[in-house]
Nanobody, 115 residues
Framework: QVQLVESGGGLVQPGGSLRLSCAASGMLFSPYVMGWYRQAPGKQRELVAKIGSSASITYADSVKGRFTISRDNAKNTVYLQMNSLKPEDTAVYYC?????????WGQGTQVTVSS
């Protein structure tokens, strides 16, 4: 049974930083793409960043240069380092993986950027 557990969210001032973590269990980790998505109130869930097995990376234009996704296959964990945070980054952040026709999601972690 695939489980994704996010941590690291919280309240931060504009310009601050947070590091999100997503621990995966119940699955092979290294061969698969892992992603971070976010959903703000009243908006659709959107891709933030994803990282493939060969460390190929995609970022949303809105976070390029500020966010960094990485993975540690030995720990079955994917990270999202978020710097220079803006109020518009406020959202629930979800970890994701897709395999065998199924999307798996974590429970989400709230990130609030406010002064």
């Amino acid at each position: 049974q695939v489980q994704l557990v996010e941590s690291g969210g919280g309240l931060v001032q504009p310009g601050g930083s947070l590091r999100l973590s997503c621990a995966a269990s119940g699955m092979l980790f290294s061969p698969y793409v892992m992603g971070w998505y976010r959903q703000a109130p009243g908006k659709q869930r959107e891709l933030v960043a994803k990282i493939g097995s060969s460390a190929s990376i995609t970022y949303a234009d809105s976070v390029k240069g500020r966010f960094t996704i990485s993975r540690d296959n030995a720990k079955n964990t994917v990270y999202l380092q978020m710097n220079s945070l803006k109020p518009e980054d406020t959202a629930v952040y979800y970890c994701n993986t897709y395999r065998n026709g199924i999307n798996y999601w974590g429970q989400g972690t709230q990130v609030t950027v406010s002064s």
